[in-house]
């Protein structure tokens, strides 16, 4: 069964600054990857997925991800994060079955300062 | 686009009641559709996944009979908790796979439940 790990819970960082939020993932199979965002008392949001193809792929708000078969991971990234990126992050990935479950990290709290 | 509509977005119930949430497939067909809860501050937590036309299957610790749910056609699936308590006050989100082989699934708006 495939799993999802933020190793952060909470990533402080400056406005204007870059930032990187961590996941690795398991799985025996190949996979279907994901980065949510959730602003508060909202639901989910859809930044950016790896499906097939380029590892490194581009999402709304300025976020790109890069794909890392050989590490297993799937880290989120932004040069230059504004006030209004606070919110939940949820790494998620599922099986690459059209019907399979997506199965979330526990989540990072991207919080910036001013 | 394939969109799920989710409703109530919000709900109220007093302790000992029940509550049903509605997860619909607007333009597409859904033979299966996923149910997850998330408490605050804490991740998405898959409940079961609901199959058209059969039995849902839940997942470990969830109480099948607590939580109802119900996929009786191809663009509805339904969670009904029953004798709802505190403690089952939760977000509430439902999610279908895309009808489109290679795309990812459409998650619904979200049910905010408070039981009070």
């Known amino acids: 069964a495939q799993s999802v790990t933020q190793l952060d819970s909470q990533v402080p960082v400056f406005e204007e600054a870059p930032v990187e939020l961590r996941c690795n993932y398991s799985?025996?199979?190949?996979?279907?990857l994901f980065w949510y965002v959730q602003y508060p008392n909202q639901g989910l949001q859809l930044l950016l997925k790896y499906l097939s193809g380029s590892t490194l792929v581009k999402g709304i708000n300025g976020f790109e991800a890069e794909f890392n078969k050989s590490q297993t991971s799937f880290h989120l990234r932004k040069p230059s994060v504004h006030i209004s990126d606070t919110a939940e992050y949820f790494c998620a990935v599922s099986e690459g079955n059209r019907d399979d479950k997506i199965i979330f990290g526990k989540g990072t709290r991207l919080h910036i300062l001013p | 686009g394939a969109v799920v509509s989710q409703h109530p977005s919000r709900v109220i119930c007093k302790s000992g009641t029940s509550v049903k949430i509605e997860c619909r497939s607007l333009?597409?067909?859904?033979?299966?559709m996923f149910w997850y809860r998330q408490f605050p501050k804490q991740s998405l937590m898959l409940m079961a996944t609901?199959?058209?036309?059969?039995?849902?299957?839940?997942e470990q610790g969830v109480e099948k009979d607590k939580f109802l749910i119900n996929h009786a056609s191809l663009t509805l699936s339904t969670l009904t908790v029953t004798s709802a308590h505190p403690e089952d006050s939760s977000f509430y989100i439902c999610s279908a796979p895309s009808p489109r082989v290679g795309t990812e699934a459409f998650f619904g708006q979200g049910t905010r439940l408070t039981v009070v």
């Open positions: 333009d597409f067909q859904a033979t299966t």
């Open positions: 799985s025996s199979v190949s996979v279907y």
């Open positions: 609901s199959n058209e036309g059969s039995k849902a299957t839940y």
